[in-house]
């Protein structure tokens, strides 16, 4: 019997003892004229005493129970009585971290689970596998050759800055000397909008201002030009940026892939909830939202047994620890953290400011991922994590049930009482 209700019925004895003895002196007084009704002036004072600690006593257990739960750390959970929601385990956590690179890839990659997308990457992480950076640009050989942070993942777009030659196509030989920076660690092609026409990796409309990729035309040219991006940078981890505009392109990339037998290390994917207007990409309008193409793009890569050689990363903007839970579950690997626009400024306080709140953000997900029961972030699935939410919420509701219910019950004991005494001391008394 729980703490509450021996409380609960503690006191409704002595109260029930209270009023017995009151309904005494008035039945005596009413019917024989004993002349004891004085003592009603002792026994209702009473009442009202024993009403006011009882009440008081309560809202002091109501504070302490909720004072406990504020200091409960997590992974530190009562296992007796949390064995529906939570499980012992090995409570020594450390930061997750993911490894690109499947079994084509010479040079994988350990990263973070978070990555920022900063157009100026000037930032120097203090561990490698902790922060890359995005370029995404249109940056010179020139400016590539500067230098810029510890970890840069080259991102690839039409137009090809930075490996293109005089006629803007794509030049293998400058691709390669900037591929093979130390500070590069995996390349990114970002393929351009798609369309419903003809084509399915050109934008026939007219009057576009999105540039499209000359060096390949169809998802098979993609997947050579993947594997020549690969051979080009000694053999570092390549992925696919794109929005899902079409489920047949994503069943198209796939085939091609299986065709082809040249797999991707990694694919990024975007939403039309995560629309930037600083680009001019029109593909975004027209796209999946991001929960609904990442669970479609994971399930699509299970069916073509894809999921052990490509890991997904989710392009989104993140808030809270709950949209990096909500992420994993869809299945997600990774997060890429879309920048504010006040990052994109001249100067480093607001990259260190988006940085602080990305740690944050990773801290306070380790620590319901501990409350949860997560070991680590592969545990995190779409059907482990509804169960926890569903037993995390009928664990609420039964603490409100036990809590604020009975609470209102016994203040309808308490006026009723109150009522019947001030009625009988009138009947008495006249």
């Known amino acids: 019997m729980s703490q509450n209700k021996k409380y609960t019925l503690l006191f409704l004895a002595v109260l029930l003892i209270v009023v017995l003895i009151n309904s005494v002196i008035i039945r005596s ?20 005493i024993i009403m006011h600690y009882a009440r008081k006593k309560y809202k002091m257990f109501l504070f302490k129970n909720a004072d406990e739960s504020r200091q409960l750390k997590p992974g530190n959970n009562n296992p007796d009585s949390n064995k529906s929601l939570f499980f012992s385990g ?35 992480p203090v561990h490698a596998h902790e922060k890359a950076e995005v370029l995404n640009r249109h940056y010179s050989s020139h400016q590539l050759n500067a230098g810029f942070a510890k970890d840069i993942i080259w991102q690839i777009v039409p137009g090809y800055p930075g490996c293109s030659n005089s006629n803007s196509n794509f030049n293998p030989e400058m691709f390669s000397a900037n591929a093979m920076q130390p500070f ?26 999105v540039a499209m990729h000359t060096a390949f035309s169809t998802a098979e040219g993609m997947a050579m030009f993947i594997d020549s991006l690969r051979q080009l940078s000694g053999g570092k981890p390549v992925g696919v940026r794109l929005f899902v505009t079409s489920k ?33 990409d029109s593909s975004k309008s027209a796209s999946m939202p991001l929960y609904e193409a990442l669970l479609f793009v994971s399930k699509t ?7 052990k ?7 989104a903007y993140i808030n809270t620890a709950f949209d990096v839970l909500k992420l994993y579950a869809l299945g997600a690997d990774a997060l890429r953290v879309k920048s504010p626009a006040d990052s994109r400024q001249a100067g480093a306080a607001p990259l260190v400011r988006m940085q602080n709140a990305d740690s944050k953000i990773i801290r306070s997900t380790m620590e319901i991922m501990r409350t949860f029961g997560y070991v680590n972030m592969k545990q995190i699935t779409l059907p482990s994590l509804l169960r926890k939410l569903d037993s995390l919420q009928l664990k609420t509701i039964n603490k409100k049930q036990h809590g604020i219910y009975p609470r209102l019950k016994i203040s309808h004991l308490f006026m009723s009482f109150l009522v019947f005494n001030i009625l009988a001391c009138v009947c008495c008394f006249s």
């Not at 971290?97 to 930032?123: D, M, R, W």
Request: charged share 15%; net charge negative; proline share 4%.
């Open 29 to 48: 007084e009413y019917f024989g004229g004993s002349g004891l009704h004085w003592l009603l002036v002792l026994a209702i004072p009473f009442l009202f």
């Open 90 to 124: 090995n409570n020594n956590y450390e930061e997750p971290t993911v490894l690109f690179g499947n079994s084509f890839c010479t040079q994988p990659y350990l990263s973070g689970i978070v990555c920022n997308e900063t157009i100026h990457a000037k930032q120097s």
């Open 184 to 209: 590069v660690k995996m390349i990114e092609l970002k393929l351009a909008s798609f369309s419903s026409a003809k084509n399915n990796f050109t934008n026939q409309a007219a009057g576009s201002s």
């Open 248 to 280: 047949k392109v994503v069943h198209e990339i796939c085939y091609a892939f299986r065709k082809t037998g040249i797999i991707p290390d990694y694919i990024v994917i975007e939403g039309c909830d995560n629309e930037d207007n600083s680009s001019p």
């Open 301 to 307: 890569l299970e069916m073509y047994g894809l999921e």
């Open 309 to 315: 050689e490509i890991k997904i990363i989710a392009a």
